[in-house]
């Protein structure tokens, strides 16, 4: 048969041949029918049917779901790797630390200790700050995809310093929310469309990790232990490739966990000692990652 003998086809084969759920939603709430069985739950299509959603029984659907969301958008956004930092949410930033000692005067001993301890960290919001700026600044892309963007908890204190260090780099930063009882809202420096909230601490903890080449830890509580020792097991056990994990002020950590007599009593090898990098300053923590990655090395591969 002839090209001109062919019948023409109206239709592109490769066109959609159903409705996008989207669609089939408007069809609903365009129809005018009102009736006890349109008015019931059951009527409800199952992906707009939030009690549904929320039994017991669709735990998985909705890890499911808080798997899938971020990392679409990640990959719509471009995000090949980032930079995760850890870190309190109670450490003042330094403009704030004169004005919380000057409130603690009055308060009893005990309490006006641990303000002054708190105000002490102050600098260590300064280095997260400066750590993501100087990173940010760099703008690094491979393979078309930009990396070592700046991820933070999404909070207050040493996450906000983090996204506010790459927002005023110019660059946008990720804000991994969590729902908490108490009031919580990301940090106003957080790019919005990179800004995500979770149900589930073990789907957070997974995001933060996937794309992580390099983990920069913070003095901070136990949300910040229980992250910094499920990235130091992951790697020790060998399910996770090795990244720098860089942790910042050694006279803080070495005060609250002794490690070396967790290798001392043989629970962990000397050699799991190693796998942590102390840093004091932004610029010892981007040292390293530039060594580890050979950064401004011919044919560096991230």
């Known amino acids: 048969m002839s090209e001109s003998d062919r019948p023409e086809m109206k239709d592109d084969l490769e066109d959609r041949k159903f409705y996008r759920a989207e669609q089939e939603a408007s069809f609903v709430e365009a129809s005018p029918t009102d009736t006890p069985q349109t008015r019931h739950p059951a009527y409800r299509l199952a ?12 735990r998985p659907v909705r890890f499911q779901l808080e798997l899938l969301k971020p990392s679409m958008l990640l990959e719509e956004a471009r995000v090949g790797s980032t930079l995760v930092m850890y870190g309190s949410a109670r450490i003042p930033p330094p403009e704030a630390a004169d004005e919380a000692l000057k409130g603690a005067k009055e308060l009893p001993v005990e309490d006006r200790m641990v303000v002054e301890r708190l105000a002490e960290k102050a600098k260590y919001y300064a280095e997260a700050y400066k750590l993501a700026r100087l990173v940010s600044e760099r703008s690094i ?45 990301p940090n106003p420096y957080v790019t919005p469309y990179l800004s995500f909230q979770f149900h589930y601490f073990a789907l957070r903890k997974m995001h933060f990790l996937l794309r992580a080449r390099a983990v920069a830890v913070f003095p901070g509580g136990f949300g910040t232990f229980d992250e910094m020792f499920e990235l130091l097991t992951l790697i020790q056990t060998g399910k996770m490739k090795p990244i720098p994990v860089l942790l910042f002020g050694k006279e803080f950590w070495t005060r609250v966990i002794d490690f070396g007599a967790l290798a001392r009593e043989g629970v962990i090898s000397v050699n799991d ?8 300053t ?6 390293h990652i530039r060594a580890f990655y050979g950064i401004d090395q011919p044919n560096a591969v991230i």
Not at 47 to 58: P, S
Not at 150 to 163: H, L, R, T, W
Request: charged share 25%; net charge negative; hydrophobic share 40%.
């Open 47 to 58: 992906f707009r049917d939030t009690d549904f959603l929320l039994r017991d029984e669709l």
């Open 282 to 287: 932004a610029e010892d923590a981007w040292d």
């Open 273 to 280: 000692l190693e796998l942590i990098t102390w840093c004091e």
């Open 141 to 185: 892309v491979e393979n078309g995809k930009r990396q070592f963007v700046i991820c933070s908890g999404g909070g207050p204190s040493i996450m906000e310093a983090a996204n506010r260090g790459a927002s005023d780099a110019g660059a946008e930063s990720i804000g991994m929310n969590i729902v908490l009882p108490h009031e919580q809202a």
